[in-house]
């Protein structure tokens, strides 16, 4: 008698999950609709609000095109990861387009920080001893109240001799704190939006500081009154002579609509190249969309940009180091 032995093996079960066609052209349709929202932003509250978490739609489009993959939904992984890499191309378009910063030269430049004490979540003098170790030539303060105005000037004059500040109550406060001498003030007033302006001298050629914030972008006509504050500075720019450096909380992110029309037509250059996923003690968060810029003028290199705080007084605002082109050091000269 002879028996037949038959092997049988066993394989694992893999995933696959079937979409119907309502279900997958419906995935497709949300996909493409949030990438072309984010990418062409049309002038509706809704909309606008989407495109300003245009960071976080591209992140969610990458994890979900992982899932996709990890689902063998080949179609669906391919749409979701193109439409995932036209905003993070639409992303880094929005910065600053050098993939490096400058090389730092024997040029002329100037250290130049901007902070939110609006920020700040300690008492004034952990606030005031972190700005004691500031290595920067001028410091910019929003939200400077009487009180701050008091204690950053009775602890910081003997670093930064030439004081020049606008005190109010609410969030419009302003000021600088030099150590190089400042030739001029202006304060121009947009709707009772006031904006700070110091003329300097850099390697002999004057420099205006603007610092400028905008009301927070909670409705249809707020946008329209961002966009007609963006004009009137882009208007003053056009009275100025020399280079500009425009600096602020804007409340908007560096992709959006409004920010990019604003640096085109005044032809200034984004200072940040990336977003930084990093919490002030060094660990991995996910990327803070960033609403303080500083923005500045062909005439300048940007050789370092950061954010500045610690753990004691948290993120108070962000820093940049700026020194004249070669070209323009030589006509200094």
């Not at 932003?41 to 809704?46: E, G, I, K, M, R």
Request: proline share 4%; net charge negative; aromatic share 10%.
């Amino acid at each position: 008698m002879i028996t037949k032995l038959t092997q049988t093996t066993t394989q694992a079960p893999t995933l696959n999950v079937n979409f119907n066609g309502f279900i997958h052209y419906s995935i497709v349709t949300v996909i493409l609709m949030m990438t072309i929202v984010c990418l062409f932003t049309p002038s509706v509250l809704f909309f606008k609000q989407i495109a300003a978490n245009t960071l976080y739609v591209m992140l969610g489009q990458l994890l979900v095109g992982f899932v996709f993959f990890s689902l063998r939904q080949e179609k669906l992984m391919l749409i979701t990861l193109l439409c995932c890499g036209a905003l993070c191309l639409h992303l880094k378009s929005s910065a600053n387009k050098e993939m490096r910063l400058a090389a730092v030269t024997t040029n002329p430049s100037l250290k130049i920080s901007h902070v939110s004490l609006g920020n700040a979540e300690n008492d004034y003098d952990s606030v005031v001893n972190y700005l004691l170790n500031l290595d920067a030539d001028i410091v910019s303060f929003q939200e400077l109240t009487p009180d701050w105005n008091s204690q950053l000037t009775s602890r910081l004059s003997d670093r930064f001799q030439y004081i020049h500040t606008m005190t109010r109550l609410d969030q419009y406060g302003m000021g600088f704190f030099s150590k190089v001498p400042i030739e001029s003030i202006d304060t121009m007033f947009y709707r009772e939006i006031p904006n700070f302006a110091a003329s300097i001298q850099v390697g002999g050629q004057t420099c205006t500081i603007i610092s400028c914030q905008l009301i927070p972008p909670v409705n249809q006509a707020a946008f329209f009154v961002i966009e007609n504050h963006f004009n009137y500075l882009n208007d003053y720019m056009k009275t100025l002579a020399g280079s500009v450096i425009v600096l602020g909380d804007l409340h908007l992110p560096p992709w959006s609509s409004e920010v990019q029309r604003f640096k085109d037509m005044s032809h200034l250059q984004d200072s940040r190249r990336d977003i930084n996923p990093r919490n002030i003690d060094g660990s991995i968060t996910l990327p803070r969309i960033p609403v303080e810029h500083i923005f500045f003028s062909e005439e300048f290199d940007c050789t370092s940009f950061t954010e500045i705080g610690n753990n004691t007084i948290g993120r108070v605002g962000i820093t940049g180091t700026y020194q004249l082109n070669s070209a323009n050091a030589e006509m200094a000269e």
